[in-house]
């Protein structure tokens, strides 16, 4: 039986400093080791002092995640030299005294699979290291001190996943739900990571690290499973240890005897007291949760009659539910949702095509109630969006710069159909027979029209013609 449980490190990435001294959380728009300070340096002398905020948007995704929210929480050093960690020790959480991390038990549903949450910890992130070189030979070692006391929760599950594409599903589901939350922003890099603890049949579990995005995730741990799997088929001992993902080779490498608990030697962080959360603030972060994804979707579906498959979709991304609460009206809900999720989720499908439309919720408003007045055919409007997006402009005008109101004057529209009929003799003598058929004559009129022609009107007058 393959058992595989993960811990994810999640970025807060929208606070505005880090998680124990005034430096920016934002490390990415700085030059290298310029967001810095004797803090999160740990010169001596420097004294930490507990980011607030950080802590009510990390009780938050415990409540998201439906895990248990203590009233005292506390800090400890987990000690351990690496390169990118400047105090020598990291500040996490530990439950040596009880439930004291910021979250503890929860659940979250894969499908019909109930994945366990064992605990929730809120820690500072290490600093950056930068590989330069072509070669194992010259290669070096470059540190960039920015990202370290970046605020960071990690959430550790029980091996409840079977098998890689629950882990996939998992990842996407926690990516949607922090994004949700407007806590943080998955799509950054480096802003969630996760590493895997894989076992077989009972064997000692082996740690994954070193993986760069949930693709690589999901094949890291496919490799490893069939890595076990053979040697436990050859009798050979699968030692318990950390490896790394090769993503070059696509394999997982040997990199360390994994470690215990007691090698980190962990203590109480004598320079941060405990905190308690009373329980005025439990309800007043109850209160600002956001109305959650599965809610959302409920309401797609129940109150605008939307169809599951496309309110899935639109509910479980921020960007696309923002515009859609912000442009629809009970008329057009529908109409505004499968311009989203099918033609505008095309054109901005990166981080950086977001950015950098123009498309507000007025413009889906006008491109809806066009579509239903008949004012513009769907194909005309799926040229007006690629223009809209890419410049900005009121819809009024695009339509008016590239010609694309509706053929609806009955005269020129029955010229085409003529047209048609002629040069379509055998399609329209189906037709009378197989009403089926008619919706190939009505293409071609939008065909001849460039998607211009009403088609309300257009198939109205064919079966007229047919008749």
Request: charged fraction near 30%.
């Amino acid at each position: 039986m393959t058992k595989i449980g993960l811990e994810i490190h999640c970025q807060l990435t929208n606070l505005e400093s880090k998680l124990f001294c005034p430096c920016k959380a934002n490390y990415r728009s700085y030059e290298i080791n310029t967001n810095i300070c004797p803090i999160c340096m740990g010169l001596p002398g420097s004294l930490p002092r507990l980011n607030q905020e950080a802590v009510k948007k990390a009780t938050m995704i415990a409540m998201a995640l439906n895990c248990s929210t203590p009233e005292k929480i506390a800090f400890f050093r987990k000690n351990y030299f690496y390169p990118d960690l400047p105090k020598n020790f990291q500040i996490t959480q530990l439950n040596i005294y009880g439930d004291t991390s910021i979250g503890g038990a929860g659940s979250v549903m894969v499908g019909d699979k109930k994945i366990r949450i064992t605990r929730i910890q809120l820690e500072e992130d290490p600093g950056r290291l930068i590989y330069e070189g072509n070669s194992s030979k010259n290669q070096i070692t470059l540190v960039d001190y920015n990202r370290a006391g970046t605020p960071l929760v990690e959430i550790v599950t029980e091996p409840d996943f079977e098998n890689p594409k629950q882990v996939r599903e998992f990842l996407n589901i926690l990516s949607d739900l922090l994004e949700n939350l407007g806590i943080s922003d998955p799509s950054l890099e480096g802003a969630m990571r996760a590493d895997a603890n894989v076992s077989i049949e009972g064997e000692k579990k082996v740690e994954i690290k070193n993986i760069g995005s949930f693709h690589d995730l999901e094949k890291a741990v496919h490799f490893e499973i069939t890595r076990q799997e053979s040697l436990h088929a050859r009798d050979i001992e699968i030692v318990q240890e950390t490896r790394h993902w090769d993503d070059k080779r696509k394999i997982t490498i040997s990199s360390r005897s994994k470690e215990e608990a007691l090698d980190y030697r962990y203590f109480l962080e004598g320079d941060i007291p405990w905190v308690k959360i009373d329980s005025e603030t439990f309800e007043k972060l109850k209160s600002n949760m956001p109305e959650s994804i599965s809610s959302k979707k409920e309401r797609y579906v129940s109150n605008h009659h939307i169809p599951n498959q496309v309110a899935d979709v639109l509910s479980s991304d921020k960007f696309y539910s923002d515009l859609f609460e912000q442009s629809y009206t009970e008329s057009n809900a529908k109409e505004i949702a499968n311009i989203i999720t099918t033609d505008l989720m095309g054109l901005v499908d990166t981080r950086e095509k977001r950015e950098s439309s123009k498309i507000t919720p007025n413009h889906l408003r006008d491109l809806a109630d066009s579509i239903q007045s008949g004012k513009i055919s769907r194909n005309s409007a799926k040229n007006a969006l690629y223009e809209i997006v890419k410049t900005g402009k009121d819809l009024a005008q695009v339509i008016s710069d590239l010609d694309l109101g509706n053929v609806s004057d009955e005269s020129e529209l029955t010229k085409t159909i003529d047209e048609v009929i002629s040069e379509e003799a055998g399609a329209v003598e189906q037709a009378k027979t197989n009403p089926q058929t008619i919706n190939y004559l009505v293409g071609k009129v939008m065909q001849k029209t460039k998607g211009k022609a009403d088609p309300k009107m257009t198939l109205e007058l064919l079966k007229k013609k047919i008749e």
